[in-house]
């Protein structure tokens, strides 16, 4: 697939609402793969949202070191939320910046996967602040938003 660019803040897609995406055809599933494809192709990135990559629909990829590949989510929303974890966390469209923002120690989520498939998966510890950071992206909510001390 493709390798997409990484828009940086203050790209305006950075700051738009994602809109839900009605049909999962050979586009959407295309772009999940180039989300993914990028993704991989990041050494220090562990999720990735579609507006990051200038695509306004409700989709990310996440994928942690332990992954053999990424996940997809395709119209994600978080069900619950337990608990509270500091994480120091950046993002590739605000790179030189950091900062300790508060997370969920775990969420469940539900999405549908590239089929049209729903699932509901449990997330803790870094996975769990790894969603809600891409989850914030598809509201346009960047992680220094959240920052509690940089």
């Known amino acids: 697939m493709a390798i997409r660019k990484v828009q940086e803040d203050p790209h305006p897609a950075l700051r738009a609402k994602a809109k839900p995406i009605k049909v999962i055809n050979e586009r959407v599933r295309r772009q999940a793969a180039d989300l993914a494809d990028t993704l991989e192709s990041i050494d220090i990135g562990i999720g990735l949202a579609a507006n990051q990559v200038g695509l306004l629909w ?87 938003d959240r920052v509690t001390t940089e």
Not at 120 to 133: D, F, M, Q, S, V
């Open 58 to 144: 409700r989709m990310f990829v996440v994928r942690l070191p332990e992954d053999e590949r990424a996940t997809i989510f395709i119209n994600p929303e978080i069900t619950e939320r337990e608990g509270i974890q500091e994480s120091n966390e950046g993002c590739l469209s605000c790179p030189g910046r950091n900062g300790i923002v508060e997370r969920p120690q775990s969420v469940t989520i539900r999405a549908q996967d590239i089929g049209g498939n729903e699932f509901t998966l449990k997330a803790e510890g870094l996975r769990a602040a790894c969603i809600c950071h891409e989850y914030d992206h598809l509201d346009g909510i960047l992680f220094y």
